[in-house]
């Protein structure tokens, strides 16, 4: 089939709207219409290359959409069943997946390094040649065939832009502050980074009960919408260290401190602004080539740093009951929203590059 898609041909080149063709999914795989799909850091880290992938390559990876077709040995949906797609496909077979280690799948990875669905070819492609895949998603088109372990059946009651955040910015955020973290009632958290993924953090170590809550962005308006997610104090970030400013809410440090920026120097920063025996969470994609410089002697206040990819959730389980939980109210994803067009991806990226953006911009396809 034929459709419109979002292509980066190059490192740093221009993101452009083309025309590609994708093949039907063959067995184990789903073909899914997009009806929205987000635009996270991630996919920017592509475009710049500090997210090394082969190219050319449609990105996106933050998506919902409706079954539209079934390969082979899928018999568990059926067409036009909402789902989420996941980055977090699993085998079931490898010896990572049967020791109870599925986000390390080693098949999941494979896909993810050479850009395939199957660890050698594309179901992508463009003026006859192979066009690769992001993470075995590649949302920002029309259309996508994605492996059955990553697309997750759930209710059709929330509307697609939720939906969609669900995949990325609502399960890293949410499953940070639960697993990785375990933020109890009354204990102190800092967010440093309050975009899509921030302000899910910020909303989910308030429904934890954290307190204080501190938030810390150089965006004021991001800042006012963490106010309205949970935040009790905010921190806004110019020329003054972070740590000392959240230092200044919580003298001793706080028991938990995110990183969402994925930057070395807000690392550091979380480090220090953390207390004796709390925990500095890295969500934020650092840079392959980057390093960090902490006090080592820290370590003797059984201090910890602890990374966190896609918040450790187990993603059948754990994205239905989080669009359970939007669905019923308890979490709030309408205003985290701003609402662009397929045709509007060239400018939001560079938005997202430009710190401009407060919410989360998703492309609706409906």
């Not at 079934?70 to 496909?89: Q, R």
């Not at 697609?160 to 669900?166: D, H």
């Not at 991001?222 to 997610?229: H, I, K, Q, S």
């Amino acid at each position: 089939m034929r459709m419109r898609a979002a292509v980066c041909a190059a490192v740093d080149g221009p993101l452009q709207i083309r025309e590609v063709g994708l093949r039907p999914p063959g067995p184990g795989e789903v073909l899914v219409r997009i009806t929205a799909t987000g635009v996270c850091a991630s996919d920017v880290h592509i475009v710049d290359g500090s997210l090394p992938k082969p190219m050319p390559i449609v990105p996106g990876h933050e998506a919902a959409g409706r079954v539209a077709g079934l390969g082979t040995d899928v018999d568990d949906l059926a067409i036009d069943d909402p789902v989420v797609l996941t980055i977090l496909p699993w085998c079931g077979t490898c010896a990572a997946c049967t020791g109870g280690r599925r986000r390390a799948c080693e098949w999941a990875a494979s896909l993810a390094a050479t850009g395939t669905l199957d660890g050698t070819a594309t179901a992508l492609s463009i003026d006859g040649a192979p066009l690769h895949h992001f993470n075995g998603v590649s949302s920002w088109a029309e259309y996508a065939v994605v492996p059955r372990t990553g697309a997750i059946r759930i209710t059709p009651a929330l509307p697609p832009a939720q939906a969609a955040l669900l995949g990325c910015a609502v399960a890293t955020g949410f499953g940070a502050v639960r697993n990785a973290a375990g933020v109890g009632a009354g204990q102190s958290v800092a967010v440093i980074g309050c975009g899509g993924v921030g302000l899910n953090v910020v909303q989910a170590a308030a429904l934890a009960g954290a307190d204080p809550l501190i938030a810390v962005d150089r965006n004021p308006r991001a800042l006012a919408v963490a106010r309205t997610v949970g935040a009790t104090a905010t921190v806004l970030a110019d020329d003054h260290p972070v740590d000392v400013a959240i230092r200044t809410i919580a003298p001793l440090g706080v028991d938990h401190c995110f990183e969402v920026l994925g930057r070395p120097a807000t690392v550091e920063a979380a480090w220090r602004a953390t207390a004796a025996s709390g925990q500095t969470t890295v969500i934020g994609l650092l840079p392959a080539s980057s390093s960090i410089t902490l006090d080592a002697f820290d370590l003797i206040a059984e201090k910890r740093l602890v990374g966190t990819y896609l918040g450790g959730i187990t993603p059948e389980r754990d994205l239905s009951a989080l669009a359970d939980a939007a669905t019923a109210g308890t979490i709030s994803l309408a205003p985290l929203i701003e609402e662009i067009t397929l045709d509007d991806l060239p400018l939001a990226v560079e938005r997202l590059r430009a710190g401009t953006v407060t919410a989360r911009q998703v492309v609706l396809l409906e």
